[in-house]
């Protein structure tokens, strides 16, 4: 069974510093990777997603992530945050052959300090 | 474009009472899911549908029981609510399974008391 780790409940952060939010999967198979984003009030929203080639996938509002499968990581970068991108972020993994639904992490609440 | 509508947007139901949650999605989505948020266990599935017509149980399904009887519509219903029942509840759908986005409803957040 697939599973993901996100290693930080909370990460506070100052606006213009850089950031990195930690995902680990757990797959005896290969996988497709995703990053969601909750602003307060809202549903989640697709981030951005790692479905093969590449390993280095970027979302328009200037977050990457890289996927890294000798050590079954995604983390999620951006190199200076803004205010608005205070909200929870979540990492999710699915498995190709399509027998199962997404399985997502406990989240991560990034907090970013004027 | 609507994408994915839930009601109510929150309630408060007293322990006992039957409740349905409402969600229609406009996207002709294969697949649909319920989740529930709650603080510090993230999101976690309770049920989902592949198609119109079958549905399957997800992490938590207790207490919850659902029906998909066309491919807009996927009601989630709790038979007779108990507190722990509490918490954010949120539909999402899918083209199909894998690859594909989810995109989720504004959620309903529902007490229980």
């Known amino acids: 069974a697939q599973s993901v780790t996100q290693l930080d409940s909370q990460v506070p952060v100052f606006e213009e510093a850089p950031v990195e939010l930690r995902c680990n999967y757990s797959?005896?198979?290969?996988?497709?990777l995703f990053w969601y984003v909750q602003y307060p009030n809202q549903g989640l929203q697709l981030l951005l997603k790692y479905l093969s080639g590449s390993t280095l996938v970027e979302s328009i509002n200037g977050f990457e992530a890289e996927f890294n499968k000798s050590q079954t990581s995604f983390h999620l970068r951006k190199p200076s945050v803004h205010i608005s991108d205070t909200a929870e972020y979540f990492c999710?993994?699915?498995?190709?052959?399509?027998?199962?639904?997404?399985?997502f992490g406990k989240g991560t609440r990034l907090s970013v300090i004027a | 474009i609507a994408g994915i509508t839930q009601a109510p947007t929150s309630q408060i139901l007293a322990a006992g009472r039957r409740m349905t949650l409402r969600c229609t999605q406009d996207?002709?989505?294969?697949?649909m899911y319920w989740y529930r948020q709650d603080l510090g266990l993230g999101l976690r599935l309770i049920h989902y549908?592949?198609?119109?017509?079958?549905?399957g149980k997800g992490e938590v399904p207790d207490g919850y029981s659902v029906s998909r009887a066309n491919t807009d519509d996927f009601p989630l219903t709790l038979a007779s609510a108990v507190p722990s029942q509490t918490s954010v509840y949120f539909c999402a759908s899918s083209d199909g399974w894998g690859t594909d986005t989810q995109y989720f409803g504004p959620g309903t957040r529902l007490t229980v008391l």
């Open positions: 996207m002709r989505h294969n697949a």
């Open positions: 797959s005896s198979v290969s996988v497709y």
């Open positions: 999710a993994v699915s498995d190709p052959s399509g027998n199962t639904p997404l399985v």
């Open positions: 549908s592949n198609t119109a017509g079958t549905t």
